[in-house]
């Protein structure tokens, strides 16, 4: 079956522009997530949906930062006036998310690396 | 904070021998520790979780990995190595309670022929 999916692949922004990453993850998986993964680093965490509601988004590193999941459904990671710092992979990832708390394995998509010239 | 730490960059071994990937772990109440490996222009692949029960969780092509609470580590192995077992290899932990996986640097693992 389809597996999470994200776009574009790539991504390159001049500095101060600003870039949306888009997520649709697993048919029916109430959770997702997003990381970043720096090159050479593990994924660290940024935010996290249960269906519509951003549960937890302790993990965006600045106000420029912003995700939204409106329908429960596809979420997309906007990143307003793009900086050298935040060039990364972004990871999307879902899980089934029916057990509470969420200790269901988390599906990963391919990532959409960003780079800020 | 959860946190995990994979000491070794890399880890070579010759095919057909033992494969060790070691892992430690930090959390604030119980930890929910996985596995997972990421080949080159891939997503992150699921290979094994312990949530409790038997230390000794088997997974995904031939992995299995002990859960070891004295020693808070979590160390990933396979009995026989294949050279498609080379990939970068990533150990997480979520504390009870909290959705966020905390993701080791990861391991590279190169199996030699």
């Known amino acids: 079956g389809a597996g999470v999916s994200q776009s574009p692949r790539y991504k390159v922004a001049k500095r101060g522009q600003d870039v949306a990453l888009r997520c649709d993850p697993i048919?029916?998986?109430?959770?997702l997530f997003w990381y970043q993964q720096a090159l050479g680093q593990g994924p660290e965490f940024l935010t996290y949906?249960?269906?519509?509601?951003?549960?937890?988004k302790s993990g965006l590193p600045s106000d420029r930062f912003f995700a939204e999941r409106p329908e429960g459904s596809v979420s997309t990671l906007k990143i307003q006036r793009t900086q050298q710092e935040d060039s990364a992979v972004y990871l999307c990832?879902?899980?089934?998310?029916?057990?509470?708390?969420?200790?269901?394995?988390?599906?990963f998509g391919p990532g959409t690396r960003l780079t800020v010239l | 904070a959860q946190s995990v730490a994979q000491p070794e960059d890399q880890v070579n071994v010759a095919e057909g021998n033992p494969l060790t990937v070691k892992c430690t772990y930090s959390?604030?109440?119980?930890?929910?520790l996985f596995w997972y490996v990421q080949y080159p222009n891939r997503g992150l692949q699921f290979l094994l979780k312990?949530?409790?029960?038997?230390?000794l969780v088997k997974g995904s092509y031939g992995f299995e990995a002990e859960f070891n609470k004295s020693q808070t580590s979590f160390h990933l192995k396979k009995p026989s190595a294949l050279v498609s077992d080379s990939a970068l290899y990533f150990c997480?932990?979520?504390?009870?309670?909290?959705?966020?996986?905390?993701f080791g640097k990861g391991n590279q693992v190169v199996v030699i022929p």
């Open positions: 990832a879902s899980s089934i998310g029916r057990l509470a708390p969420d200790i269901n394995e988390q599906f």
């Open positions: 048919s029916g998986h109430v959770s």
């Open positions: 949906f249960q269906n519509e509601a951003q549960l937890d």
């Open positions: 959390v604030s109440g119980n930890p929910y």
């Open positions: 312990y949530i409790t029960g038997d230390n």
């Open positions: 997480a932990v979520s504390d009870y309670g909290n959705n966020r996986l905390a």
